[in-house]
Every structure is written in C-alpha cells, then in structure tokens.
C-alpha cells in the first residue's frame, strides 16, 4: 500500500517563497500520479489548489503553482500571504487515492 | 453550481453498521469521467480517503478498509451510499463526499459530517 510523505510543517514570512513536497514510498512521484493539492483551514473543508500536477481551478490564487520536483511532486507558493497559512495536503491517484500526511504552513 | 451534501447518524454504537448518504446537485454521475469518492478525517488527523464510485459503476476501495466498506450510486435520485460495517471508536471523523472529473479529484467537498463512535 502506498504511503505519502509530506513535510509536517513549515514556517515562511510574508512575501516569502516556500516549496512544499509530496514523496511516494513505491518511488518517484511522475506525472502518471496526477498529483492533486488541496488547502485546509480550521473547521473548513478542504478546498482544491491543483490538479495533474500543476493545473490550476479557476479559483487558484496564481501565487500557488504545482510541478515534480525531483522525484517528488511540488507545491510552491511564491508571495506568501498571511491568509495562506493552513493544512496543506497532496493526493496521488494509483488507481484509488491517497493522502499525504500534511503540511502544516505557519506564516511568521 | 455544484452542491454535495452528507447526511447520516451522528452517533454510531461499537459493532454497528454506519450508512452516510451523499446528496448532490449540479452534476450527473452518467456524465462520463465523473465520481464520487468518500473521505474521512479524525479530529485533529490527516484526511483518509475511503472509496470513489464512477459513472460507469467503476468502484475502488482503500485497501485497508476494503473488508469493511461498499459503495453505491443512484444517479437518478442524485445520490451516493457509503456503508462502513462493525464500527469502531477509532473510525469516530468527519466524513466528506467529494465530487471528482477526469483526473480533477475532489474538485468540490460536502461540508462533512462528524461520526462519534461511542457506546
């Protein structure tokens, strides 16, 4: 059963640049995984930031964008507002779908 | 504009079968490349996916809960039923059906329903 790995948390400053990562345990994350980004806050929803690795919705900030990062899919959000700090999660698709851990991202 | 909403018991006692129903609109799910999937989140935990239905009946399950649920649709009521049997109090989450095109997935969240398992 595959397992996703994420940063547990991460710290930025405002207007800063943070990269968060998705790995796989069966190897390197590849577009084949569709990797999916979603954004949670307390007590909401998740909300979809990114799809097939580096889609965006149409209600995805254009400070979020999504790639593959080495063998690892990325989240990078580049101008980092305050209101960005939340729960971010990554989702591979092999088949079912699976969760990352989670990152929490404290904006200070 | 895309509506799903859970619905279900709020209380389960241990042993017992949950049912959770996902009532949507906005969308078919005879519309090619659509699905529904189920996924949980035990307070203050990471979320977990449980299952995902397709239009063209197409079911996965999360293999570690594979034993334990089904999934179904009933597209001209608009509706999805997620059965988890011999419930434990570590299944106690919020459960969300999510709405997912092609390889979109959860493009769009009920608001969950939080299940205590508790006798």
């Known amino acids: 059963q595959t397992v996703v790995t994420q940063e547990p948390s991460l710290t930025v400053s405002p207007g800063g640049t943070v990269t968060l990562t998705c790995a796989s345990s069966t190897g390197a994350v590849t577009s084949g995984y569709y990797p999916n980004w979603f954004q949670q806050k307390p007590g909401q929803a998740p909300r979809a930031l990114i799809y097939?690795?580096?889609n965006k919705h149409s209600w995805t900030p254009a400070r979020f964008s999504g790639s593959l990062l080495g063998d690892k899919a990325a989240l990078t959000l580049s101008g980092v507002q305050p209101e960005d700090e939340a729960e971010y999660y990554c989702?591979?698709?092999?088949?079912?779908?699976?969760f990352g851990g989670g990152t929490k991202l404290t904006v200070l | 504009q895309i509506t799903l909403k859970e619905s279900g018991p709020t209380l389960v006692r241990p042993t017992q079968t949950l049912t959770l129903t996902c009532s949507f609109s906005g969308f078919s799910l005879s519309t090619s490349g659509v699905g529904v999937g189920w996924i949980r989140q035990p307070p203050g935990k990471a979320l977990e996916w449980l299952a995902v239905i397709y239009w063209d009946d197409d079911k996965r399950y999360s293999p570690s809960l594979k034993s334990r649920l089904t999934i179904t649709k009933d597209p001209s009521k608009n509706q999805v039923v997620l059965t988890l049997t011999n419930m434990d109090p570590v299944d106690t989450a919020t459960y969300y059906c999510?709405?997912?095109?092609?390889?979109?997935?959860?493009?769009?969240w009920g608001q969950g329903t939080l299940v205590t398992v508790s006798s």
């Open positions: 097939g690795t580096s």
């Open positions: 989702l591979l698709y092999s088949g079912g779908w699976v």
């Open positions: 999510a709405l997912s095109t092609s390889h979109r997935i959860a493009v769009n």
